[in-house]
């Protein structure tokens, strides 16, 4: 019985095996086929992205788990770059980020990021564990950043930590902290932040899509006040303002029996005179049941700005009477609680 420890190991991408638990340079470069050795010389990739040279008598340890990594490059080749506008030197074809960190004497190498300048003039964030080849023509440009960036109104932000909170925000976009803030995704879907709240950053990762804010709704304004009323009562509420429109849309409104599903999504819009217009009508997705029977709702002629299959529910209130404070005399919060009766009536 064969009871032969194999050893396998990486070099330049190619998987190599070996009986050795132990191995030296030299002998890494004899595998790689790259000799005579003192033409070549070995790096080893740590975890953390760093680049550590083995000299041709330094044995490394296989018996370690995981699978060691090695590079191999030419001994007398210089390439040159430059790091927020230094020049400087480097002896392979390959450097990674963490290697650059090292190069340009970053003392806390975690804090910060490396962005490389491309042409298309959007900066390319470089992980440590990231490779960039310098056989390219030209100086690889590079500069030393924060490793997060955040779109504040069309502006862009580096940022040095990996959350920020909605004062931050606001302080970065110079606006009263009174409007507050809001996230807007990929999608264009917004979420008003709350006061104190703590938002987790996503570091940039080739040419990333930042993550964008931009200001609220003046939280003393009617509308404002209509809208921490209903935050208040739900707890999910997502406003818009769309074509002079106010948006809203309620996620788990309850529905009694025997109206199905028990919650729905509910979508609704009022001007942006609101409250002396009356708000009219709402939106449900399409399905909505009572009893045996899917109710049979309009399409509605003007979507709304939110992603789904909706359709459209006329409903009016016959003596809208607003008081001059929000909660006092009709408000949205009551409003929305009357979508049910609505629903029981069916068609």
């Not at 109104?153 to 580096?158: A, D, H």
């Not at 818009?240 to 979508?267: D, M």
Request: hydrophobic content about 35%.
């Amino acid at each position: 019985m064969n009871t032969e420890i194999l050893y396998a190991i990486h070099i330049n991408g190619e998987v190599f095996e070996t009986d050795k638990p132990a191995i030296s340079g030299k002998e890494l470069l004899k595998m790689a086929d790259k000799e005579p050795s003192g033409e070549f010389v070995i790096y080893l990739l740590l975890e953390d992205g760093d680049m550590e040279n083995i000299r041709p008598t330094e044995v490394v340890d296989l018996q370690r788990s995981g699978i060691e990594q090695f590079r191999t490059f030419k001994a007398d080749v210089i390439y040159r770059l430059e790091i927020d506008g230094k020049s400087r030197e480097w002896g392979s074809d390959f450097i990674s980020g963490r290697a650059i960190k090292r190069l340009a004497g970053v003392d806390e190498p975690g804090d910060v990021g490396i962005w490389q300048k491309t042409k298309c003039g959007e900066d390319k964030l470089i992980g440590d564990r990231d490779l960039i080849d310098l056989t390219y023509e030209g100086i690889e440009k590079l500069r030393i950043g924060a490793k997060y960036s955040i779109c504040i109104e069309g502006k862009v932000f580096e940022w040095p930590k990996k959350t920020i909170t909605t004062e931050e925000i606001i302080q970065l976009g110079g606006w009263d902290a009174s409007q507050g803030a809001v996230e807007v995704d990929k999608d264009q879907n917004e979420h008003q932040l709350a006061s104190g709240e703590v938002i987790k950053l996503k570091p940039g990762h080739n040419f990333c899509k930042k993550q964008r804010f931009k200001r609220g709704f003046e939280q003393n304004s009617r509308i404002g006040k209509e809208i921490f009323l209903l935050q208040k009562n739900f707890d999910n509420v997502e406003y818009k303002e769309v074509n002079n429109l106010h948006w809203f849309r309620i996620e788990g409104y309850s529905l009694p029996s025997p109206l199905s599903p028990a919650t729905i999504p509910v979508v609704f819009s009022v001007t942006v005179g609101h409250p002396v217009p009356k708000p009219y009508g709402f939106y449900v997705l399409a399905g909505v049941k009572l009893g045996d029977r899917v109710l049979s709702l309009n399409n509605p002629q003007h979507p709304p700005p939110f992603e789904g299959n909706w359709r459209f529910a006329s409903w009016d209130v016959e003596n809208w009477r607003p008081g001059a404070d929000v909660t006092t005399g009709d408000n949205l919060w009551g409003w929305v609680r009357s979508f049910r009766n609505r629903l029981l009536e069916g068609e």
